[in-house]
């Protein structure tokens, strides 16, 4: 039997202003059609806004908003026999960072009328309170798993 070959890890550098890899991870999920400039100047200007309205260091806003949002547990589909089954999952850290980040910016998307640069501020403002949209679809996942807890045994 083969192994199963697992993809090379990805190195992110991290960005020029806050020296930071998941702030250089969250760069590239905001960057369409390979404008990183574009990407950048949106990032770096949302953290602006915050350290305004907040006086605080935008990058621990960021930081703690990004930990708030982080999911611990997922649930997978499993198909046992002819039935398929919702098995809670652990999930691994930096698939947690990438979802934690997925779901900041498919929520700051949806306030269509708002720049995205303000949109993202906003977000990450209430993602570090714990009162965001984000956080209630972590919670959601959260409770998918625990829902679900009888099926554990299914591990893969």
């Known amino acids: 039997m083969s192994r199963k070959k697992r993809a090379p890890k990805r190195i992110f550098y991290p960005d020029s202003r806050y020296e930071s890899h998941v702030l250089a ?6 960057m369409y059609d390979g404008k990183k400039a574009t990407a950048e100047k949106i990032i770096y200007n949302t953290l602006d806004k ?13 930081n703690n908003a990004i930990n708030n ?8 589909s499993r198909r046992v026999g002819g039935a398929t089954y919702q098995v809670p999952t652990e999930v691994d850290s930096r698939r947690g960072e990438a979802l934690a980040c997925r779901w900041i910016i498919s929520s700051a998307r949806e306030k269509s009328n708002i720049p995205m640069n303000r949109s993202l501020a906003q977000e990450f403002m ?13 919670e959601d996942t959260h409770r998918m798993a625990e829902a679900n807890r009888a099926f554990v045994h299914f591990k893969w």
């Open 25 to 30: 991870k969250f760069i590239n999920f905001v």
């Open 50 to 62: 915050i350290k305004d309205k907040t006086k605080e260091d935008p990058i621990k806003v960021f």
């Open 69 to 76: 949002i982080r999911p611990n547990l997922e649930v997978r």
């Open 126 to 138: 209430s993602s570090a309170k714990g009162d965001s949209s984000s956080v209630k679809r972590k």
